[in-house]
């Protein structure tokens, strides 16, 4: 009928508007302000009216409680609204909910109870309705006769406090009775009335201020009875609930002691019964560790790192002889990332207690820890690599050295290449953890298993050192400037510093890996590898490794942070990284020394001494860069480059000093010349401060690190030179070398004081020998030779010296070049040579050196001093050496007069020096009397010796040999003469011409050169001048023609000078009064027509054209020279005895096939000098059956056509005697054609010639030559 109506009706609200009401029989008794204003449109007095009816079943209670709850959810404010309207209402509405939960025996009419409950205790909020559950709560467990119905009102108090914190305090003050009842509930044996005891009591500790007032309860109540519970709990309930009071208890230190206390399980009693009535934490945690239940077991974790963050030392024992390590370690093993999490949490604070590893418990679970660690690097989840790695970190750093943690080198190699995985993490803080294990993991009893993983080590190393690369490069976030961005650029470049730091401390334990095993035979090499394989995983080659590593990556990382900051504890640890590779590798200390000091490692060590060393709080840093400079100060000066190594004695006078005095040293540059420079009187441990000081500016100075300005430096050093030479003291050969080269390198334009000049004079002369202080450099020779004082005392030594440690020799091609392709001298001769153009006194102690010096230190100055000679003509160094030299020569006469062979074996350089500066003089240059003087005296020499004593000989002659060819015809026939007079020198040369038959070297073929050349010299200036003659020397004609005819291999040169000679006899018709041709031996009756040939046979004249001939074919210019010129010699000697025999030579069918040969050469060959002396050999000898008028037409076209202005001078006399020739001979009768011979007569002027003249004094293989004497 309701429904017929409301359809007839009008349209009222839909169905979702409808009030929903629980109970309609009563509803029209209801105030419409009780009707909630939204769906459900619920109202609130049929709510109560129904769930007071006793009558109303259960089932539709639950639904209005349920219908209620999901309201109070949606719409809290507005049901809250409703209900607050009244407080009786409210208050009666509370009672009849927990009458209800009282009452009612079904569980869900009870959950929905309390949750409706909750709900508006909290939405409500008001004292009133807490003061009236708690009351009933109160009431309820009082009047209870047993715990049996009390698991409702439990429950409410618990999930009460949950909900309002604050009700934990009140309660217990206000309601201690009730934990009385909550002790009745923790022993009945319902574990579900356990279970919200547990509950209850967790939210009362949860509270600080409840926790304090309670702590009196549990430790003589509640303590044994819940350790009772927790051991006894089989649902997973209580279980939980237990564990969540204990982890409330375990937030206090007073709990945790009495809980520990409590439990039977402690240091000390181990392999004992627990005692009835106690139960043991630990045992109960193991318990709960060993069941299958994940959260049981991640719940037990948590609690073991709870009782430990208190006092590891306290409490780990107890768990450890709980044996509780080894099932955390086999959790590692588990896929639930929370569980390996408090495993980390719990093992590393176990750690902590030296019993963990001495139990071994680490030797057993290390392979558990590195396979999790493998493990968890491939999640992303990075605090679990973090812990993981904080873990190995800590086993690697407290592992006993007399436990072995690694059995075998796999597990160490694993070890390694997880750590190598987790520093190469793109996680910063993960890298950083790796670093930190790493530093640990470089232990010498981690990595003592045999064999030693060197590679692996190495590639760690790599790894480590690139990471920290890669982050130091990263470039820092730029903002806009202001004070935030400036907090983050120094948070960045603070992490950078601690990364840097952590990489630098793992490479310092590398390196001190590598120290200790150098005492390891065993740790040497790799014992496993194959007897032929390379040894490449060898203890020398990881040293090797770490400083190259060193050099390549930790320096540079280094040195950019210090641009940015600079950290005392960063640098303590770079610096000691520093000196102990000066151990690892010891076979190259010197050279990392080097290194170091060239790249102002000084500089940087002393600046930050006096940074930060100046106070005691850095007293480590001062003593690790101490240590530092004085092992590379012994390094560098142990190992000098440009002067002698010192003695024992000196390193130990220099180490005692340093040692002592560079601890004391904390200040910069100008604070330390100020102290260099105090003329004040110095005590004994000031002074050996002063001679520090000065070692480092002096090592510093010569790597090229002048932090220091020279010309402070220059003062600084004269007033400590002065303030020693005034307390009268003779300092360290060490500080003498140092003091002289700074002040030679620090030199410029000022001059030193005398005073000076004199206190290093002294110092020097109380020195046994030069050599221990010098240096070898340009400014220090230059040092000493610009100030007379010193010059004349020390300059013949520091000139040996300098000469000593110059190379081994010098390229001698410098001196053979043209001047316009030389090519530039080194440095140091460069100096020298500046040094001897401006003052040339010099030259005359290196000539003192050629004499006196050993033959390799007189070699490298007779180089020096030609290559000067030639370099400088402009200066006129002549006179000065040739005077010297005369000195020298009569006082090696005087002394080894009877065998000058036996005088210093660099008397030949001497001479060849004297050779080269007579070279030097110009061809119409008179002698004067000191040439004449040399004469007399080098000619003397020569008479002393034997043609064995080709070393003195050889330059001996050469120089006699230029000084009759370069200079005036008058000169030369005075030279000639006091030559000849020489009688000995005479015997000499006829001793040496006499081994032209025999067999020779080559040394002896140049001296033999020299001889005919000098006997060809002699006989023509004898001959022309009419000089006398005071010995005669013989000479084997037979032999000479047969030397011709038969010539030596490689002796061009030897036939052309024999030519020059027999050239001479035939010119003077063997009619000299100094050469005797004589037979060789016994000789048949000349023939009828070889009377008028006298000394000369027919049959010697034919040898002697067919041995032309030949020489000829060789095309050799000079020996062709003098072959043509022989044979002019002949044919005129031939032409005036017997012009039928000359007429037979000249006509001969082989000169004509000889002349064709020679032109062979090409178009132009003709146009040689000795060809065109040929051609008119053959014209003025009128034979036509080899030269024809057609033929020589022909040549003279060829002439006509060639460019003159590119023929050499001596090829134009020779043009120019052709035609002169062609032209008498009347050869040529057409008028046009002699008219234009008489035009190129005219146009062969030698000035027409723009080719440079030729040099007519040379040295060929060491003999000296006159190319016009040997061709004219």
Known sequence: MAVRESAAGPRG???????????????????????????????????????????????????????????????????????????????????????????????????????????????????????????????????????????????LLGKLVDAVPPLADKLVMEHSGLLEHLLRGLVYPSEGVRASVC??????????????????????????????????????????????????LLRYDLFVSVIMNE??????????????????????????????????????????????????????????????????????????????????????????????????HTVYGIESVVRSLQGSLRMNNTELHKEGLLLLAEILTRQPEEI??????????????????????????????????????????????????????????????????????TPLNRRPLGHGSSRDSEKAILRRGKFLLSTLEGFRNACRLAMEFQSEPSAQENPFTAPGAKKEDTLEAFSEFLLSACDSLCIPMVMRHSEQATQPNLMEVFFSILHSLFVIVPHMKEKFSKKLASSSFIWLTLELKARFCTSPSHSDLNQVCSSFLYDMSLNLLSAPEKSEPPSQEELSAVSAFLQHGLPLICSRSPESL???????????????????????????????????????????????????????????????????????????????????????????????????????????????????????????RVLELWFSWEESSYEEELDEVSSAGRPPLPASLAALFHMLRSSPSILLILLDLIYSSPVDTARKVLIVLRTFVRRNEEVQVSGLIRGHF????????????????????????????????????????????????????VSKLCGKCSPADVDILQPSFNFLYWSLHQTTPRSQKRAAAVLLSSTALIELLEKTLALTWTEVDQPRTALLCSAWLLTASFSAQQHDGGLQVHQTLSVELDQVLKVLSFPKKKATLLSAAILRFLRTALRQSFSSALVTLVPSGAQPPPAPEDTVLAPLRTSQVLSLVIGLQNLLVQKDPLLSSACVGCLEALLDYLQARSPDIASHVVSQPWNRFLLFTLLDAGESSFLRPEILRLLTLFVRFQSSSVLSREEVGHVLQGTALADRSTLSNTTLQALRGFFQQVQSMGLLADESTAQTLQVSLEGLSPSTSSAQPPLDMLCLGGVAVSLSHIRD
Request: charged letters at 20%; a negative charge.
């Open 674 to 796: 100020a102290f260099l420079s105090d003329r004040q009187y110095v005590d004994g441990t000031t002074r050996q401060r002063q001679y520090c000081v000065l070692l480092l500016f002096y090592l510093a100075y010569i790597h090229e690190d002048r932090f220091v300005s020279e010309a402070e430096l220059f003062g600084a050093m004269q007033s400590f030179l002065l303030s020693l030479q005034d307390q009268d003291e003779r300092p360290p050969l060490m500080v003498i070398r140092a003091s002289i080269h700074l002040l030679a390198m620090c030199q410029d334009n000022d001059a030193l004081d005398e005073a000076v000049v004199s206190a290093i004079r002294k110092f020097l002369e109380g020195i046994p020998d030069l050599h221990l202080v010098y240096i070898h450099h340009p400014l220090l020779l230059r040092f000493f030779l610009s100030y007379p004082e010193l010059m004349s005392r020390f300059g013949h």
């Open 404 to 473: 072995k943690l690694f059995t075998s080198s796999t597990m160490c190699r694993d070890a390694g290449r997880a750590l190598q995985e987790a520093v190469n993490s793109p996680v910063l803080e993960v890298a950083a953890e790796a670093v930190k294990a790493i530093s640990a993991f470089l232990r010498k009893d981690h990595q003592s298993a045999p064999p030693v993983q060197y590679k692996e080590l190495r590639a760690l190393l790599e790894a480590m050192l690139n990471r920290c690369a890669d982050f130091s490069q």
């Open 886 to 937: 005369l000195l020298i020569l009569q006082h090696l006469l005087m002394e080894h007069g009877a065998s000058p062979s036996e005088a210093s074996g660099n008397l030949p350089l001497l001479l060849s020096l004297l050779s080269l500066v007579q070279l030097k003089n110009k061809p119409e240059q008179e002698l004067d009397s000191m040439a004449m003087k040399l004469l007399h005296q």
């Open 13 to 155: 609200p839909g169905r979702d508007q409808e009030p929903a009401l629980p109970y309609a029989r009563a509803h029209y008794r209801h105030d419409p302000r009780w009707l909630l204003p939204v769906p459900p449109r619920l109202c609130l007095a049929c709510v109560l009216e129904l769930l007071s009816e006793p009558c109303v079943s259960v089932v539709r209670k639950k639904h209005v409680l349920s219908c209620f709850r999901d309201a109070l959810l949606r719409h809290a404010s507005l049901v809250v609204q409703l209900v607050a309207q009244d407080q009786r209402i409210c208050m009666h509405f509370i009672s009849m909910l927990f009458g209800l939960l009282r009452n009612v025996e079904d569980g869900h009419v009870i959950d929905l109870c309390i949750e409706v409950l909750i709900q508006l205790t909290t939405q409500l909020k008001l004292e009133q309705i807490v003061h009236c559950l708690l009351d009933e709560c109160h009431k309820e467990l009082c009047n209870m006769p047993s715990m049996r119905g009390s698991l409702a009102t439990l429950t």
């Open 199 to 248: 509950y209850l009591y967790g939210k009362l500790y949860s509270s600080p201020a409840a926790a304090e007032m309670l702590s009196g309860h549990f430790r003589e109540k509640l303590c044994p009875l819940f350790l009772s519970t927790l051991d006894g709990a089989q649902t997973k309930e209580l279980q939980i609930n237990c564990l969540g009071l204990l982890r409330q």
């Open 263 to 360: 439990s039977s399980l402690v240091e000390g009693t181990e392999g004992v019964e627990v005692p009835p009535g106690k139960t043991s934490l630990p045992l109960v945690l193991k318990k709960l560790l060993l069941s299958r239940d994940e959260t049981l077991q991640v719940a037990s974790a948590h609690c073991i790192t709870a009782v430990l963050v208190h006092s590891p030392a306290k409490h780990a024992p107890a768990f450890i002889h709980a044996d509780i390590p080894e099932f955390l370690f086999e959790h590692l093993s588990s896929s639930s990332e929370v569980l390996v999490w408090f495993s980390y949490n719990s093992l590393i604070l176990l750690a902590e207690e030296p019993l963990f590893f001495s139990k071994c």
